[in-house]
């Protein structure tokens, strides 16, 4: 591999911009004329709407769901047997459905003035009775969202795997617990925004979106705003993170296209934190049932849960509310072995928020039910963990291995990653450590978890979830420039992920060109080919493979022209170093950028017309997902009198496949522990039985700061792909998955002697303070307060 190919620890390029301020954001766009929107959004969580009055004088300031004429609401359809559909509006109509949904749509020419707007606009609202629990919803009885639905489900999915019913009647340890993981925001750092404008010269709706998926974008916005595709133009600027929240079209971007055609001046719209944690709270709501049956040893014969999704009130375009449920289905066996499984989904409509993806989807959620239950295990055979863990594993000689949900585990060594992160942790000396006690009295565990994460995964995949948006094959052009230089030019969209730095390592692995003369160009719809986007851990895979074959391609072109110019057979012509290498000479690609564009005369009679430039396009052959895994580690010590929870260690070990450069993989890994440490320990946003959320600014809803993130130590494993190009597998979702599970294993080790067990997320001291006291009133008196 080159030094500045893949393999290769190069920083950042679009670092040096961002690092000297230099960031072209959405917030930083001013166009002349540009107006500005401030919403007003529904106090109340379940009402039908009244009357609604326009402050005097706010003529053409104010706009409500019946000025929209012709815009139609976000439709999420799918293909799934049962899927109920709920139409998303732009704009409240008729009914409110969550706090903090839009109702009116407010234009100044400075958000303040257009706040003040908001503030004099009144809505009467008629309360409608509040689903704020998903398994409230579920009862007979319950307020119904949707009306013609008849219930609250929005969808229901069963599998039945081998033969459970036999093994539970045999086997020897049974395992029954009941999991929670509670409602928490994405909270980039930059929250939702965007610019429209029409441009008159190319009669097109031209928006400036913080997104991930320009051209989902653009396909959603056309369906709503009733125009053709070719009319809109989206560009996503530099983008402030997005981990799923901006995989999605949001009604604002609807609303604010549509705005800028109509009074023909640039629009903005920038989130504030508020909007966002009390209309944003929006994902990893899920709650399971868990049956376990293992044998005396702590084998692992067989699984029955029962999962329960909280999707909020409406399906998010286009990967709608039940990917959640789909995904847990597939994914709670995780990297273990098991012989029957057997599991009911249910996807339930609540007066929240709409659930979107967020980093991991799906994968924290079970990835913690299913650890706690192997810790469960463990403990009831009175064996370690860990080798309980190991016991149950798939190992490396089974690969490739095909799970008892059908994912196709393309290789790696799933014991030894266990291994790594057991001796990292020094699980002997965590051991002597609790039987010394610790000077201060505060208790102190040790926790593991290990995971799989599909990513890459293609067309095969998706069609089976049902998804009425389904990727196919990434394509990526590469153009040459007359000196030499190299334009990438692709769909996908990097908000963080390095994919300026890392498609240009891949050119250089191809080409032997030198990054710093390779260009990135992505997130614009007019420039980029088109692609579902950035998301489910596979724009490096995917992106990644066409850039290569389109690099391919143009080595090729390149390669026959220096032929012609050395006189020699093209087989004699290499590619390397960044330049064309022949029998007796070599040439620089300026000097073949200089004949194609400049002299032509030059060229070969033969010469591949399609000169310079060339697209590819890429999908795995068997497009079922490279899978990543990992193991994660960690120590933590518990004041039992105040519940207060410190990590004193934090171990990962993770196998990504060959890392195109390993100090961007070990970025995304830290970044995604930070967050995984928040969903463990600090976020949450409950939601009263009024359905008003409780942690609507950072006085309540708690981040973790780098005063609670652990100095975490990692080591990588590489396991190439046989399924992908470089043996590529993506990680930009592994951090975030098993903090959850790792800590709060550590925190029930920590209050094993109590015998005190937590089961929800967050872990906050309340809730640790609370299973205290149940396990002392279970001493006490027998049974749980």
Known sequence: ???????????RKEDDRYLRGRGNFVADIKLAGMKEVAFVRSWVAHATIGAIQKPPGAAGSVFVAGDL?????????????????????ILALGEVRFAGEPVAMCVADTRAEAEDIAREVSIDYQDLGVVSDMLEGLKPGAPLLHEHWGDNVVLETFIDAGALDAIAAQAPIVIEREFRMNRQATVPMEGKGLVAFWDSRMDQLTVYSSTQVPSLVRT???ECLGLEQRRIRVIAPDVGGGFGFKGVLHPEEVAVGWLAMQIGRPVRWIEDRYEHLRAGANAREHHYKITAYADNRGKLLGLNADITIDAGAYSSYPFTSCLEATMAAGNLPGPYTVRAYRAHTRTVATNKPPLVPYRGVARPGVCFAMELTIDAIAHAVGREPYEVRLDNLVGPAAMPYTSVTNKYFDGGDYPESLRRAAHLIDVPAVRERQRRGEPDGRLVGVGFATFTEQTAHGTTVFATWGMSVVPGYEQATVRLAPDGGLEIRVGVQSHGQGLETT???????VLGIDPARVSVIHGDTSLAPYSTGTYASRSIVMAGGAVARACRVLAERMRKIAA??????????SVREGKLWGPYATIDFAEAGRVWYLNPEELPPDVDVGGLEATAGYRPEQDSGAFSYSTHAAIVAIDPELGAVEILDYAIVEDCGTMVNPMIVEGQIYGGAAQGIGTALYEEIPFDVSGQPLAVTFADYLLPTAVEVPRIRLEHMQTPSPLTEFG????????????PAAITNAINDALRPLGAEVCETPATPRRILAAIQRARSIRQTGTSP
């Open 503 to 509: 498609l240009a390592q891949i050119a250089n692995e």
């Open 564 to 573: 012609h110019l050395f006189r020699c057979r093209i087989d004699e012509v």
């Open 220 to 222: 959603g916005l056309a």
């Open 1 to 11: 591999m080159a030094d500045n190919g893949i393999g290769a620890r190069l920083t």
């Open 728 to 739: 590529l597998k993506g990680i930009g979702e592994s951090g975030a998955i098993a903090p």
């Open 69 to 89: 004429k012709g815009v139609k609401p976000i439709r999420t359809t799918s293909k799934l047997t049962g899927y109920k559909i709920s139409d998303y509006p």
